[in-house]
């Protein structure tokens, strides 16, 4: 008989069907009507969707650990409906070579609550290096705003298989509008559309023959998308929910609070995201949880960090937003789950025999003002704060209930290592 059983409603494919969904030793077996298992756990109210994979945060662990760590971070990903992290690099020390890889896949493998991948940051003294981190790492990323991007050219001939993922925002384009900006509006103006879509281009021209599979990070503006448009290269695009919700305004106090890189914009760059994401043209929702504590933020806008908490938000957030809208459900089912894991050739974010089984149940009717009390980011801040949201009554990692009727009934350091599976190529097709 089979070790376990799940059954209630599920969105599979578009549909939301009865059914019962097995599970053997943290695998999907089998999609049926009607199954037995030695355990059989019933959801009589709810449905029940892929949890999400979310590709960018930043869980300030090893070095910046008053911020957030690998705990409190994943912990927060768990209430948010998210099984599935991939850390960025900009930590301390930041994750460039392989003793910094190994301490950080050991800090996540002692303290993670959800499953984890890492990113090596790639600079200029391990860019010749990059296939010696292949079977190390889950994916590669450069911060174009610190990276030397004639080494562009160089690196699209490397014989790496893996996603590549860029901070699209350029160096000298950056440095040309660069003044200090005193609010929201100047910083948008300061860290301008025109640096993110200059980046953008240049990327797709130089590596227009590679390996990677180009992920382009936050995009925030109407301009990149038409730049990204204009190429025919298959890349990955995400963006995030506080582009989607926020633009650069007078209203959003404190300003600071908002400050974030690239900048939040337009309300018609808003439309274009939006435009995009529900038409298939940006593939991925990321957070790119990015905490800083109040006091950092609590200083003249021109001093204040950029980066904003999102990990615990993004799927109660962006699932309100779209039932609200009548939107498909479908599709973002695909951008929060099948896609970023696809991307990334993880066996997650399908409700499908061979994935992980890895789902949240969630009650549609029961809609929750966000408050940052309630939430588990170490920062104790959110930008949605005063927003609805829809949050997982629970959450599956692997077939073992991390999240029961609310509460936390999993284990830190049940969270795995994750990285693309043997022979199981990263693909960046819709
Ligand atoms: C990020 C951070 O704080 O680490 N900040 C941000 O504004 N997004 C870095 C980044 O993702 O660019
Ligand atoms: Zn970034
Ligand atoms: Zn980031």
Request: glycine share 8%; charged share 30%.
């Amino acid at each position: 008989m089979i070790e376990k059983v799940v059954e209630g409603k599920f969105l599979i494919d578009g549909k939301i069907i009865h059914c019962c969904v097995g599970i053997e030793r943290g695998t999907i077996v089998d999609v049926k009507k009607s199954l037995d298992g030695e355990t059989k756990i019933r959801f009589p109210r709810g449905l029940i969707l892929p949890s999400a994979v979310d590709v960018h945060v930043h869980l300030r662990d090893p070095g910046l650990t008053h911020k957030e760590d690998f705990s409190t971070g994943t912990l927060s990903a768990a209430f948010g409906g998210v099984s599935c992290v991939i850390d960025m690099p900009n930590t301390k020390p930041p994750t460039v070579d392989k003793e910094s890889c190994k301490e950080k896949i050991s800090i996540g493998e002692r303290k993670s609550y959800v499953d984890f991948g890492i990113y090596l940051g790639v600079n200029e003294n391990n860019i010749k290096k990059l296939r010696d981190f292949e079977g190390l790492v889950t994916g590669f990323k450069i911060y174009l705003p610190d990276f030397d991007i004639t080494l562009l050219g160089e690196l699209s001939k490397l014989k790496v298989k893996r996603v590549l993922a860029f901070h699209a925002e350029e160096k000298r384009c950056i440095e040309k509008f660069g003044k200090k900006s005193e609010n929201l509006i100047e910083h948008a103006k300061t860290r301008a559309s025109v640096c993110e879509k200059t980046a953008v281009e240049k990327v797709l021209k130089e590596m227009e023959k590679t390996d990677f599979h180009i992920h382009f990070c936050h995009i925030s503006s109407s301009i990149s998308l038409y730049a990204l448009s204009q190429f025919k290269k298959k890349v990955s695009v995400g963006v995030t929910p506080h582009h989607l919700l926020f633009k650069a305004s007078r209203s959003l106090t404190p300003q600071s609070y908002y400050k974030v890189n690239p900048p939040l914009r337009t309300s018609l760059d808003q439309e274009a995201l939006w435009e995009a994401l529900l038409s298939g043209e940006i593939d991925i929702i990321e957070s790119d949880h990015a905490p800083h504590t109040t006091d950092e933020k609590e200083v003249d806008f021109s001093e204040a960090p950029s980066g904003i908490p999102g990990v615990e938000t993004m799927y109660p957030v962006m699932l309100y937003v779209f039932l609200m809208k009548g939107y498909p459900l479908e599709r973002l089912v695909s951008a929060l789950c099948s896609r970023p894991a696809r991307l990334f050739g993880l066996k997650k974010g399908r409700i499908a025999k061979g994935m992980d089984a890895d789902f949240i149940v969630v009650d549609l009717k029961k809609v929750k003002k966000i408050m940052a009390d309630r939430l588990h980011y170490k920062c104790g801040w959110t930008p949605f704060e005063g927003m609805k949201g829809i949050f997982p009554t629970d959450l599956f990692v692997r077939g073992e209930r991390i999240i029961e009727d609310e509460e936390l009934v999993g284990d830190r350091g049940f969270g795995r290592f994750v990285k693309p599976r043997e022979g199981e190529e990263s693909c960046t097709e819709k």
